[in-house]
């Protein structure tokens, strides 16, 4: 095999992204929630207290302000994550996971890393894990987002309860 080029490789890593993210939808949808709303109970699982601003969860799931709002709502209507004030800004908000949110979330990301699991055996995992990193940090710089290059998940038996 030839060594690839930069037009091949992007048009895989596009075509990469669009399987995963139906991967993650077809999962999300059998738990009766969105890709985009598991993200924002993703974030806030990560956060010590598991709440955040608004502002921060936008930037972390890479959504608009005016999606996010709209996903919140969602989210907030199904009993999924409370808003409330800010007690350092008068006039922001944070946001909390519910119990219910935390259900969600282990439910569907366990199925999420069970899928991924399948998919990606006989992979070597240390190696994939350096390149994706790479990828990672490069795509997050290149459109002026912080890096998530050394994140690395809360095991679920150490997450903060609500």
Do not use: W, Y
Request: glycine residues 10%; hydrophobic residues 40%.
């Amino acid at each position: 095999m030839s060594p690839p080029d930069l037009t091949t490789l992007t048009l895989l890593l596009g075509r990469l992204g669009r399987l995963n993210e139906l991967l993650v939808n077809s999962i999300c949808a059998e738990h009766g929630t969105s890709a985009a709303e598991l993200r924002v109970l993703l974030f806030l699982t990560q956060q010590p207290t598991g709440a955040a601003s608004p502002r921060h969860v936008a930037r972390f799931v890479v959504q608009t302000t005016g999606g996010l709002t709209a996903t919140l709502g969602r989210l907030e209507t199904a009993g999924l994550v409370e808003r409330r004030p800010d007690p350092n800004d008068g006039r922001g908000k944070i946001v909390s996971i519910t119990a219910a949110g935390r259900d969600l979330h282990d439910r569907a990301l366990d199925s999420i890393v069970a899928r991924t699991g399948e998919t990606i055996r006989g992979i070597d995992l240390t190696q994939l894990d350096l390149v994706v990193r790479s990828l990672v940090g490069s795509f997050e710089r290149s459109v002026g987002l912080p890096s998530t290059r050394d994140f690395v998940a809360v095991p679920t038996e150490s997450r903060i309860t609500a």
